[in-house]
């Protein structure tokens, strides 16, 4: 069972579109993050979100980026005017809590920028 | 130096051999130390959390050198299964923040 669900699990947009993903947790937590994954390359931190704050965002998450909660349950990502290089898989991801600090990943999304 | 680096592999094994990753970090402040897998185009799967003393989980052992900076994943008796990228992640802060990953090391488990 995920520990988060991912919708949509595949989007193809034009670029300079505006592209809303989104996560719902199955239970509530507090820690929520945003991970990419550019075809081929690694896994890189978007942005990490507690307490419906951002907590930290990397250099990646730059002002077309912005994340909400806004019912207090889903957890959205928007980027505002897409580009090619905005083509990756977007992984939503929690913590549990537990000592370590062990993330969980969602099944991600797949975004195609045309 | 990069924050967390990786032999991209592929490591090519026959089953049941045992096979052995490295994974060196650079920063020596760095607090919690993971395994993932991650099947071709899925999400990263835990699959161990590497402490100061050593763990292991049936097939896998994880080890963590502080002094020389690495994690180490060591899979024995490889079964095709087995086969997938190997992704070491770092986390660098004391919060509940973020993991750095190494591009992972490609295992692949033949017949």
Not at chain 1, 32 to 44: A, S, T
Not at chain 2, 45 to 71: C, H, P, W
Request: charged content about 20%; some cysteine; proline content about 4%.
């Amino acid at each position: 069972e995920p520990e988060v669900t991912q919708t949509p699990s595949h989007q193809v947009t034009q670029m300079g579109q505006e592209v809303i993903l989104r996560c719902v947790p199955i239970s509530n937590h507090l820690y929520f993050y945003w991970y990419r994954q550019i075809l081929g390359q690694k896994v890189e931190f978007l942005v990490s979100f507690y307490n419906n704050e951002i907590s930290e965002k990397s250099e990646i998450f730059d002002d077309q980026f912005s994340v909400e909660r806004p019912d207090g349950s889903n957890f959205t990502l928007k980027i505002r005017s897409t580009k090619l290089e905005d083509s990756a898989m977007y992984f939503c991801a929690r913590n549990r809590g537990d000592s370590g600090n062990t993330i969980y990943f969602g099944e991600g999304s797949w975004l195609t920028v045309v | 130096r990069k924050e967390v680096e990786q032999d991209p592999g592929p490591f090519n094994v026959p089953e049941g051999a045992t096979v052995a990753f490295n994974c060196t970090y650079s920063n020596s402040a760095s607090q919690s130390f993971f395994w993932y897998r991650q099947d071709c185009r899925k999400e990263p799967k835990l699959l161990m959390s590497v402490y100061s003393s050593g763990n292991e989980d049936g097939r896998f052992t994880a080890q963590l050198n502080r002094a020389s900076q690495y994690i180490s994943l060591l899979i024995r008796d490889s079964k095709l299964s087995d086969s997938a990228t190997y992704l070491c992640a770092v986390n660098m802060n004391t919060g509940f923040q973020k993991l750095v990953f190494g591009t992972g090391t490609r295992l692949l488990v033949s017949p």
